[in-house]
């Protein structure tokens, strides 16, 4: 009754199902087994439902009373032996059964223990990410603010000059040559200012990428912050079991 479960927990009618089914072929009913014919669910759900599982089966049947025919008394020995066996053997499967039960939940809480570390790594690379990205936003900051400021200076000292030069020029003469001279020299002086302009524009997308680019790292690292959080709730809860299980014994 193989079910696709993957990524997703079983239900308690999953499991008394699967009980049933691998006791009534001669199985033993153990988490690991559970989980193969479920094909998948994580083993502190299976052991929490197969534990209900059992309980609603009911406690073994009380022990019948040794009565002693008087012919056999001198078999005593070797009778008494065998009813202790067989007395004892409920009792002894059951035991074998919560020691396999429990070494399940410690492989599953190893398995969540190496998760844990993967997810703690990852968070660490992705901050060192994060940190390097907001050093290269502050860079490219500071490189815009230094080429606004070179052609802010740029700019004053061109419009100077040329404000200069027309006023010499026109103060010579008003000759057409002179005016055609000011007005290439004019030309000129906007064609580099837009040149400029472009690239300042140029500078500033690219920090608007590189700031989207930093947030979406920080979303990411609250991510795995809160996966990471999960991961050690669920540890916690497969320990308390498993400290449960152990005073069982």
Do not use: C, F
Not at 198 to 217: F, S
Not at 223 to 229: A, C, E, F, N, V
């Amino acid at each position: 009754m193989k079910t696709d479960t993957a990524g997703l927990d079983v239900t308690r009618d999953d499991v008394i199902a699967a009980a049933d089914t691998l006791q009534q072929d001669g199985a033993a009913v153990t988490i690991e087994a559970v989980r193969a014919a479920l094909g998948g669910g994580t083993a502190s759900t299976i052991h929490a439902h197969l534990a209900a599982w059992r309980a609603a089966k009911g406690a073994p049947e009380a022990l019948p009373e040794a009565v002693l025919p008087p012919t056999l008394l001198a078999e005593l020995s070797r009778w008494a032996q065998g009813y202790a066996e067989t007395a004892g053997a409920g009792l002894r499967e059951a035991l074998a059964q919560a020691e396999s039960d429990a070494a399940a939940l410690v492989q599953s809480g190893e398995q969540l223990q190496g998760e844990r570390d993967a997810l703690s790594a990852e968070v660490a690379e992705a901050g060192a990410a994060r940190v390097q990205a907001q050093l290269v936003a502050d860079e490219r900051s500071e490189e815009i603010d230094r080429l606004n400021a070179e052609l802010r200076n740029a700019r004053q000292v061109a419009a100077d000059a040329l404000v200069g030069k027309a006023k010499d020029q026109l103060a010579i003469d008003g000759k057409d040559a002179q005016l055609a001279e000011l007005r290439q020299q004019i030309e000129r002086y906007v064609g580099s200012t837009a040149a400029d302009s472009d690239a300042r524009l140029a500078a500033q997308m690219e920090l608007v990428g590189i700031k989207t680019e930093r947030d979406n790292l920080a979303q990411e690292v609250q991510d795995l912050r809160t996966q990471l959080d999960a991961s050690r709730s669920e540890r916690s809860n497969l320990r308390a079991e498993l400290e449960v299980l152990r005073n069982r014994k």
